[in-house]
Nanobody, 115 residues
């Protein structure tokens, strides 16, 4: 059974940091392109960051220089380090795994940036 489980969300003050984790099971993790999406209330879901099997990364312009995506294939886990958080980063963050069009989604973790 393919499964992605996110963790690490929570409430943080502006300027703070959080690290999200996504643990994968039931897939050959090392060959999957992994990514983080987010969706704020009233907004469309948007791609935040992605990392492919070669560890090439891509980021939304809004998070470049603040967020870092990484992966640990030995632990079947992808991370999103988020620094200098802003209120506009508030959203539900979803992890995805994609291989040749077969895409899986986690259930999401809430990130709230507020003072």
């Amino acid at each position: 059974q393919e499964q992605l489980v996110e963790s690490g969300g929570g409430l943080v003050q502006p300027g703070g940091s959080l690290r999200l984790s996504c643990a994968a099971s039931g897939i050959i993790f090392s060959i999957y392109t992994m990514a983080w999406y987010r969706q704020a209330p009233g907004n469309k879901r948007e791609l935040v960051a992605g990392i492919d099997r070669n560890r090439d990364t891509d980021y939304a312009d809004s998070v470049k220089g603040r967020f870092t995506i990484s992966r640990d294939n030995a632990k079947n886990t992808v991370y999103l380090q988020m620094n200098s958080l802003k209120p506009e980063d508030t959203a539900v963050y979803y992890c995805t795994g994609d291989n040749r069009g077969r895409k899986y989604w986690g259930r999401g973790t809430q990130v709230t940036v507020s003072s």
